[in-house]
């Protein structure tokens, strides 16, 4: 099956700077890439996804770039701050679209 | 949209009960799943229902679980007898089809098994 591999773990930068976490995935067939951010006592929240025919897309201060040759996304965020604070979610979806594998989660602290 | 609700929010049972959670997906919705989140395992996939019908069990841990979708806006998550290994947060989410569209969490029930 699918396995989703996210680094780093945690992740401490100052509000302003940007922040990048990468995943990496086993399944070459997988062709849905979402990322998931969650707050504290709730549930995980869709922020951007990229599917396997474009290699990157852009939301406002979130940007995520995927590598299909390598089997690897990133998300990008720009300009940080204290409320982007959270546990960020990669996640992988597989060719038949009936399982969202994810990643081990980054938690992001923005330090005012 | 109310989003996807569940309930409870919180459950402590003793070791030996029956304990059932409960999820109400978004209205529209065809494709419900069921997730547990722990420290040590992450967010890992129990059991996915698309139009009603139970699709993918193998994430579900042993027999003591079990999920039911008797309709579309009604999904249990049922577990006999619990054990304090079950402990975690439960979660439902909802799709419009399948696991290739945006999963819509809900906020999850914490589930404490002592």
């Known amino acids: 099956g699918e396995n989703v591999e996210q680094h780093p773990s945690t992740l401490s930068v100052q509000e302003g700077d940007s922040a990048v976490i990468k995943c990496t995935y086993s399944?070459?067939?997988?062709?849905?890439f979402p990322w998931y951010k969650q707050e504290l006592g709730k549930g995980p929240q869709l922020i951007i996804d990229i599917r396997s025919n474009v290699g990157e897309k852009k939301d406002q201060r979130i940007a995520v770039t995927l590598n299909k040759t390598a089997k690897h996304f990133s998300l990008h965020i720009t300009e940080t701050q204290p409320e982007d604070s959270a546990v960020y979610f990669c996640?992988?979806?597989?060719?038949?679209?009936?399982?969202?594998?994810f990643g081990g989660g980054t938690r992001l602290m923005v330090k005012p | 949209d109310a989003g996807v609700i569940q309930s409870p929010r919180h459950e402590v049972t003793e070791m030996g009960q029956e304990v059932t959670l409960r999820c109400k997906p978004i209205?529209?919705?065809?494709?419900l799943f069921w997730y547990r989140q722990t420290m040590m395992r992450g967010l890992e996939l129990l059991i996915y229902f698309n139009n009603n019908v139970p699709i993918d069990d193998s994430g579900m841990p042993e027999d003591r679980f079990s999920a039911k979708m008797p309709n579309a806006s009604f999904s249990t998550l049922k577990i006999q007898p619990s054990e304090p290994r079950d402990s975690a947060v439960y979660f439902c989410?909802?799709?419009?089809?399948?696991?290739?569209?945006?999963?819509?969490f809900g906020n999850g029930t914490r589930l404490t098994v002592t």
């Open positions: 996640a992988a979806s597989n060719n038949a679209g009936n399982m969202l594998t």
């Open positions: 399944d070459s067939a997988s062709n849905y």
């Open positions: 209205s529209g919705h065809n494709s």
């Open positions: 989410a909802s799709s419009l089809q399948g696991a290739s569209r945006p999963l819509h």
